[in-house]
């Protein structure tokens, strides 16, 4: 079966612009996940959405970031702003919910280059 | 605060030759760990997970253990295809159910004919 699509797989950015970040998780799961994924680190939270709502934005580094889930399916991440730090691998992950499985399932992630 | 701490960061062995990855972690109350492995360029690939202390899983040459400070990844005769980076993670039982995964830094290993 498919598994979780993110698009674009690269996406290079001038310091100051704005970005969006597309995530397709995998067909009936209702929890999704963002990480950010810096060379030679393990990939860092930034937000859980159960459904349509954030459940957990904890690891968002600033105002900058933010990330929608209108129909509890595709996630959007978007950066405000862009700045050079930002310049990462950012992943996304599906899981099928609380109750079910804890297990997450990564997408190949999206490399944002900030110039 | 939950820490994951991965040793050794870089492991180099002979086709054949058997090792063990360790994954020591901290953490609040333990609802899982986790195993993944990452090829570059790639998203993380899940493995096992592990819920209790003595707990074991077995995947083709992969064996993962698990006690209440940390936890192995065995790797028996091991092949080239096997070369990659190997990622430890926790996640935390939190009261209003926050999921999140805590990673170490992972241990690159590569495996030579």
């Known amino acids: 079966g498919a598994g979780v699509s993110q698009t674009p797989s690269n996406k290079v950015t001038e310091k100051g612009k704005y970005v969006e970040l597309r995530c397709d998780p995998i067909?009936?799961?209702?929890?999704l996940y963002w990480y950010r994924q810096s060379l030679g680190q393990g990939p860092e939270f930034l937000i859980y959405?159960?459904?349509?709502?954030?459940?957990?934005d904890s690891g968002l580094p600033n105002d900058r970031f933010f990330a929608v889930r209108p129909e509890g399916s595709v996630s959007t991440l978007k950066i405000q702003r862009t700045e050079r730090g930002d310049s990462a691998v950012y992943l996304c992950?599906?899981?099928?919910?609380?109750?079910?499985?804890?297990?997450?399932?990564f997408g190949p992630g999206t490399r944002l280059t900030v110039t | 605060e939950d820490q994951v701490t991965q040793s050794p960061e870089a492991l180099r062995l002979q086709e054949g030759e058997s090792s063990s990855l360790n994954c020591s972690y901290t953490v609040s109350g333990l609802r899982g760990l986790f195993w993944y492995r990452q090829d570059p360029g790639k998203g993380p690939e899940f493995l096992f997970t592990l819920y209790s202390a003595g707990e074991e899983k077995e995947k083709e040459r992969l064996k993962a253990t698990l006690t209440k400070k940390e936890s192995f990844l065995h790797i028996t005769a091991p092949k080239p295809e096997d070369s990659a980076t190997y990622l430890c993670?926790?996640?935390?039982?939190?009261?209003?159910?926050?999921?999140?995964?805590?990673f170490g830094t992972g241990t690159q290993l590569k495996v030579e004919l």
């Open positions: 067909s009936g799961h209702t929890a």
């Open positions: 993670a926790v996640q935390a039982v939190i009261t209003g159910g926050g999921n999140k995964l805590t």
């Open positions: 959405f159960q459904g349509t709502g954030a459940a957990d």
């Open positions: 992950a599906s899981s099928p919910g609380p109750g079910r499985s804890y297990e997450q399932y």
